[in-house]
């Protein structure tokens, strides 16, 4: 069966490799939840699956477990009341273990087959994910639905694009023949076998459960590796749910389905340390705070792993042909998902004798009110604006929305708090937009939240200065600039290069920094502190596998 599926998915992985190739607009999955590509039911039936799973035990069955943990709550104020079984780390990494005895030997197109398949799967319950990636996240629904569904399912067929790729540049026989003069050449038979590492281990976020997730676990799964998937405590029910559909896929396909495993625990506890340090576990895929990253790896030694830590994201404005334009872009980047995505920009660079436009010089306070101009318009009507901002995950981000303001700086635009139309204890909170100037030490940290400050400098190259300073220091997974001089363009894009950050140029349209597309946009770049591999590329899936040979005379 699991050559069935390599076949039935082959051409459209043929095409995501030329995708790749290319880095042109391409995705395997729609991301619109028009009928057309879904289905006239698709939505009140993925409504109607999420809410069929609350208040009871989630229907997954898994080896050893021992009870069960819960406790997800919506940001949209109510409990989810899901139960899901809860396996101790060790039984889990020995159920993982055996597995792999006979998924190691089923070999590159069965490990990636299934993979497809199950992705494939994952695409029809794109709604029932987005709900529950909705309501664990804070999420707006139209997010959950593409960054949840279609572009998480983008980025994990990119891993298994990646890997395939890789795989199959190792030919599984060959003869070697060395020429020997006048007597008869030396003929041996070489055979090349791909063998996974080993057990890995996926450790999710609170805000992207698949979209961070699914790289990790399709990359380590399409390289023959078992995998025990660790959801983050209040984003449980994303991975469940993908790791249900994965079971089911292995199952069908005559392997033991333990393959994949669900590792949900209570928070606080200490089981991702256990499986981080478990000496069966080989790869392990994190994204979270940088404290957590940093532990890994410096503690799990005997494993490879791939982090995504926090970062200080940033905007260079230099120069505008169009500041409205500039203005709009930015207040949207910083008011989706209430700034919290890791590329969401923080500190916006602005000279503090002004920057130049078709219009005359424009000062510092105007380009700063004209950014907090635009962040309000943006929040002005709050029906629109919840589907924008979504709602707050925990309450820890509103604690930092305090703690800015208690910051002492001059307020550009106040964080407020928005009524949902929809759920009345929805946490929403418009964002905090505040002015400092360059050398404050607020502006050298991570403020994780819809928190940004506008940023006075000495000039455009103290601005560029400061963002590659402050990428090599504390890292940063985006770099956005504006410039209407191909010049002060260059110097920015060397400076990002030097820093190994993503630039981003002029966005003034319906492109927005905090947005990056699979099989086109590498998401990090391994070259700064924020993270130590890129989604995806080469590096991030071809040490997942190694190559063992056997030869012989013939």
Same mark, same amino acid.
């Given at each position: ?46 409504? !109607? !699956? ?17 009870? *069960? ?26 159920? *993982?273990?055996?597995? /792999?005895?006979? $998924? ?6 069965? $490990? ?23 309501? =664990?996240? +804070? ?67 609170? =805000?992207?459960?698949? $979209? ?8 380590? /799964? ?38 994949? @495993? ?18 069966? #576990? ?12 940093? $532990? @890994? ?32 872009? /930015? ?35 105007? #380009? ?19 589907? @924008? =901002? +979504? ?50 030490? !607020?502006? +050298? ?58 630039? *981003?140029?002029?966005?003034? +349209? !319906? ?13 990090? =770049? ?29």
């Amino acid at each position: 069966m699991s050559e069935q599926f390599f076949e039935r998915h082959q051409a459209l992985l043929e095409q995501a490799m030329a995708a790749a190739a290319l880095r042109g607009y391409w995705s395997p999955f729609a991301e619109s939840p028009s009928p057309r590509h879904y289905g006239e039911t698709a939505n009140d039936d993925g409504r !109607a !699956a999420f809410e069929a799973l609350r208040g009871k035990p989630f229907p997954l069955d898994l080896p050893g477990a021992e009870g *069960s943990v819960g406790g997800e709550a919506s940001p949209y104020g109510f409990e989810l009341g899901i139960t899901y079984p809860r396996v101790p780390a060790a039984k889990l990494v020995a159920a *993982s273990s055996k597995a /792999l005895e006979k $998924w190691r030997r089923a070999g590159p197109r069965a $490990w990636v087959g299934v993979s497809m398949e199950i992705l494939s799967r994952l695409n029809k319950l794109s709604f029932e994910i987005a709900y529950a990636v909705q309501h =664990t996240t +804070g999420q707006g629904f139209m997010m959950a639905f593409q960054a949840g569904g279609p572009h998480a399912q983008d980025r994990g067929f990119e891993a298994v694009t990646y890997a395939w790729q890789e795989m199959s540049r190792i030919p599984g026989i060959s003869v070697w023949e060395k020429p020997q003069g006048k007597n008869d050449p030396i003929r041996m038979e070489k055979h090349f076998t791909v063998v996974p590492r080993g057990v890995a281990l996926v450790i999710g976020c609170s =805000t992207f459960p698949t $979209w961070n997730g699914y790289p990790g676990l399709f990359a380590s /799964l399409a390289t023959g590796n078992t995998v025990i998937v660790k959801p983050h405590p209040g984003a449980i029910l994303p991975l469940a749910i993908t790791v249900k559909v994965a079971r089911e896929v292995l199952a069908e396909a005559g392997f033991d389905p333990n393959v994949v @495993l669900l590792a949900a625990h209570a928070s606080g506890d200490d089981t991702a340390q256990q499986l981080a340090l478990d000496p069966a #576990v080989k790869i392990v895929d994190f994204t979270g705070s940088s404290a957590n990253g940093n $532990w @890994l790896e410096d503690n799990a030694r005997q494993a490879l792993v791939y982090t995504e830590k926090a970062g200080v994201n940033q905007v260079i404005i230099d120069s505008a042909s169009d500041l409205k334009g500039v203005a709009r872009n /930015l207040a949207f980047s910083l008011a989706l998902y209430s700034g919290q995505m890791c590329t969401a920009p923080q500190n916006i660079y602005v000279p503090r004798d002004g920057i130049q436009t078709p219009e005359g010089r424009v000062s510092f306070d105007e #380009v700063a009110g004209a950014l907090a101009a635009a962040l309000e318009k943006t929040t002005a009507d709050a029906a629109r604006a919840v589907e @924008l =901002t +979504g709602a707050i995950q925990n309450e820890g981000v509103v604690e930092r929305i305090e703690k800015a303001r208690a910051l002492g700086l001059p307020v550009l635009a106040d964080s407020k708090p928005l009524v949902h139309p929809q759920f009345e204890n929805a946490r929403v909170r418009t964002p905090l937009l505040l002015s400092a100037q360059a050398g404050n030490p !607020a502006i +050298g940290q991570e403020w994780f939240g819809p928190i940004a400050f506008v940023v006075a400098t000495d000039s455009t190259e103290h601005s560029i200065q400061l963002a590659r300073d402050s990428v090599i220091r504390h890292g940063a997974l985006s770099l956005s600039a504006y410039t209407t001089d191909d010049a002060v363009a260059e110097r920015i894009q060397d400076a990002a290069e030097v820093s190994g950050v993503s630039l *981003s140029l002029n966005l003034t +349209g !319906a492109v927005f920094v905090n947005q990056t597309a699979a099989f086109s946009d590498f998401h990090g =770049t391994g070259a700064n502190p924020a993270a130590n591999a890129a989604l995806s590329d080469s590096a991030f899936v071809a040490n997942r596998f190694r190559v063992v040979q056997t030869r012989k005379h013939v």
